[in-house]
């Protein structure tokens, strides 16, 4: 009897789809590209956690979309940002189906989101609840006009069979938003909702269940593993992208706030619901708790002030009673949703109360600043949050961590402790770096960089501005200001300026405006960013001057941006209360708080900022940090081996120089 041919190793069937894949969409191998997807179909199967840096231009994408399609069961991508989602599900994910269409592969995907990111139909077809927890069918003015435009766009999704997703909707505010969509608490249920065969949230669950890929991201993967809120259908691996923003999403999304209007509102609603004095208590709690943010100062609260902590006892206790006096509901109140929602309301408010008042130490709290719009809140983060995912994300699924920005200082070090995984636990050439110790559960990974298409030596320049002086706490002097319109004037426009302040990004435009009048220089908030990058894509000669949003969100090949600014290192403000308070927590364990929490944190941003300036082959420019620190601190090796490896120099003359020739050289 003739012997079976060997079953193909799912690495030779990886690469084999890939350069189907590759070939299909009519591109080039790349050497990246197949190591990274080599890489992934090992880790898969062999149920081994993996970390890889792949540069912008590697494909990482494509490298490991197949890799995942191949895979024998369901596999969860999840991204940070809403813009690489909808990237996957709108162009990688459609393109790579229709290439591989005859390899005989499950390429059935879905994307997944929070509820509140689909319109509800009960509340576009029977109202919104007011204050007082009454069905209000059309709220007033041009509120009212805003929804009905979007709940015209709802029934015609629903009646064309469209996903009724925010991205989809018509322009709108998020509290316009909130007029046609409901959170978790507040939803009826598909079974108790009359419209719930046509939910738009149930019918995106229903798909992912029947997919062999489904896309999600950071948030509803933490709030479904870690917090054990079942969001996903069940699954085998993630891959997570944008890795290096996952411990800050985990953070977010368990991250709790209250201040006293919620509290109040709370309790109005739950007045027509609840016979007894409950709500009216629930409301004298409020008045406690306002009274004591008035007297507390904002910051983190190393000892909670007593005051503060006897009105979180009171709102604690006023909204489980509260939640208690709701009286059974028969099926008719079941299906009630002015009820429904007003007892989530006070449940949200009771488990947060109760959250800050037991004081945990895995917990922090402080009080926000209160500005004109928003009144001074309470808000409560976890210490840390690699222990959770430890111990329920990474010790129950295989993960493969993904981003051009994991190796910070030259290493993976700092990113896997931050996300659960030890140094010591790493594989390098099959091995281990050290032997785990007896009794614990090890956690095996393999880190690589898969390089960058790009040669940064040629490419881009990292000057150093190490004659100024260093950055004091008034913001940009005359220095700074004279070396940014020196570097601007140099490379005619085509400037993007990172900067740690919004004052300290409208100060250098209004220095810019005035000495460059010829030039044209943007502001964040001159307009909506959109609006802003379409201006500066479009004239070569223009400045774009913004804050931190700008850093990780804009995309700009080309000769629109040749030099990238970097007013200073972007380290934590020292009152960050979370981040302080990590940092001092790294300091009393025995670690180098500074290093761990402040420069690490650093060395992301600085990273991520100076990886706008190299998007494709032919981008060529400078990145300009104007704090001396990088080159003379004992921290600026580090900061230093975070980026890409440019060619570097003190001497403003060569800088100017090089901007110039480009200047000279790119299209007018």
Known sequence: MPEAPPATSPVTAVTELLGTAVAALGGQERAGQVRMAEEVAEAMDAGRHLLVQAGTGTGKSLAYLVPSLLHDQRVVVATATLALQHQLVERDLPRLVEAVKHAGVDTSYAVLKGRSNYACLHRIREGVPDDQGALVELPEGSLGKKVLELRAWAEEEAEGGGTGERDNAPRHTDREWRQVSVNHRECLGAAKCPFGQECFAELAKEKAHRSHLVVTNHSLLAIDAIEGVPMIPEYDVVVIDEAHELTTRVTQAATDELWAAEVERAARRSQRHVDGSQADDLADAADALREAINEARPGRFERVPEQLADALVLVRDAARACVSAYPKADASEEADAGRQQAKGAVQEVFATAERMAAGSDADVLWLSEGTERMPPRLCVAPLQVWG????????????????????????????????????????????????????????????????????????????????????????????????????????????????????????????????LPHLTTLAQGDAQLPELAAQFVGDPHTCLFGTLSLWQGLDVPGDTCQLVLIDRIPFPRPDDPLLSARQKAADQAGGNGFMQVAATHAALLLAQGAGRLIRTHADRGVVAVLDPRLATARYGGFLKASLPPMWTTTDPAVARQALARLATTSPQ
């Open 388 to 515: 959770p995912m430890r111990d329920k994300l990474l010790s129950d699924k295989t993960v493969v961590f993904t981003s051009a920005t994991l190796m910070l200082g030259g290493d993976f070090s700092s990113v896997a402790t931050s996300v659960g995984l030890k140094p010591s636990e790493r594989i390098v050439d099959g091995d281990p770096v050290v032997e785990t110790p007896v009794g614990e559960h090890a956690l095996p990974w393999r880190g690589i960089d898969v390089g960058s298409p790009f040669d940064y030596g040629r490419q881009a320049i990292l000057y150093v501005a190490r004659h100024l002086p260093p950055p004091g706490r008034d913001g940009l002097g005359a220095a700074q200001l004279d070396e940014i319109v020196e570097l601007v004037d140099a490379a005619e426009g085509r400037t993007l300026g990172l900067f740690s302040s919004r004052r300290a990004a409208e100060t250098a435009a209004e220095a810019v405006r005035e000495r």
